[in-house]
C-alpha cells in the first residue's frame, strides 16, 4: 500500500476537519495535525488560526516526512504498516514502535522495546508475520486499545475519547 492511500485513508477514516475539544490535550487539530506538530514542522510558533487554514496537502507532507519516513514504518511489512503508521499519528511515533514491539516481543521474539525501528525491529517484524500472520495484527490492536483504557485510567477527563480511539483500534481488525 502506497503512502498517498495510507494517508488518504487515515484522513478519510479517522481524522476530520478543524476540531479545538476542549479536554483534547493536543490543542486545536485539523486532519489530525496539532498545533504544535504544525509549528514544529514550520519552524515557529504558530496560533489556532493556523491549525483551521491548513491544507489537506501540507497535512499529508507532515505525515509522510514525520509519521511514516522518519521514525521508518516504510520498512516493517505490508502488514504492519497501516496500523502502525494510525498509531503513530494518534499516539505517537515512539509510543506506537514500542508497543508493536511489546506485542513482538510476547510473541516470541525478544527484542529491545526502545521505541526505534533498527534492524532487529524490521526483521522480528518479518518473523512475526510470516509466522503469526494476522494474530500480529490482532495483538496490536488488542494492546492499543488496553495503551487508551490506561490513559483514561490515569486521567478521567480523556474518557470523552475512549470510544472513538476503541473503534479506531478495530478499524483495523476489519480492514
Known amino acids: 500500500m502506497s503512502i498517498e492511500t495510507l494517508i488518504a485513508d487515515l484522513i478519510g477514516n479517522?481524522?476530520?476537519?478543524?476540531?479545538?475539544?476542549?479536554?483534547?490535550?493536543g490543542g486545536p487539530t485539523k486532519y489530525g495535525i496539532t498545533l504544535k506538530t504544525l509549528s514544529a514542522h514550520r519552524g515557529h510558533d504558530l496560533e489556532a488560526y493556523d491549525v483551521k487554514l491548513l491544507s489537506k496537502s501540507e497535512a499529508a507532507e507532515i505525515y509522510e516526512a514525520d509519521y511514516y519516513y522518519a521514525p521508518g514504518i516504510d520498512g516493517l511489512p505490508e502488514l504492519l504498516q497501516p496500523v502502525?503508521?494510525?498509531?503513530?499519528?494518534n499516539m505517537g511515533p515512539i509510543n506506537a514502535i514500542k508497543l508493536l514491539q511489546r506485542v513482538i516481543?510476547?510473541?516470541?521474539?525478544?527484542?529491545?522495546?526502545?521505541?526505534?525501528?533498527?534492524?532487529?525491529?524490521?526483521?522480528?517484524?518479518v518473523i512475526a508475520c510470516n509466522v503469526y500472520k494476522h494474530e500480529v495484527l490482532r495483538n496490536i490492536c488488542l494492546a492499543r486499545k488496553e495503551y487508551y483504557?490506561?490513559?483514561?485510567d490515569k486521567d478521567a477527563t480523556q474518557s470523552v475519547f475512549l470510544n472513538g480511539w476503541i473503534n479506531r483500534a478495530n478499524f483495523f481488525l476489519t480492514a
Open 14 to 25: 479517522h481524522e476530520g476537519g478543524y476540531v479545538n475539544h476542549p479536554a483534547d490535550k
Open 84 to 89: 502502525v503508521f494510525d498509531m503513530a499519528v
Open 105 to 125: 516481543h510476547k510473541l516470541g521474539t525478544p527484542i529491545t522495546i526502545d521505541g526505534h525501528i533498527g534492524p532487529r525491529t524490521r526483521q522480528s517484524a
Open 149 to 152: 483504557r490506561a490513559i483514561v
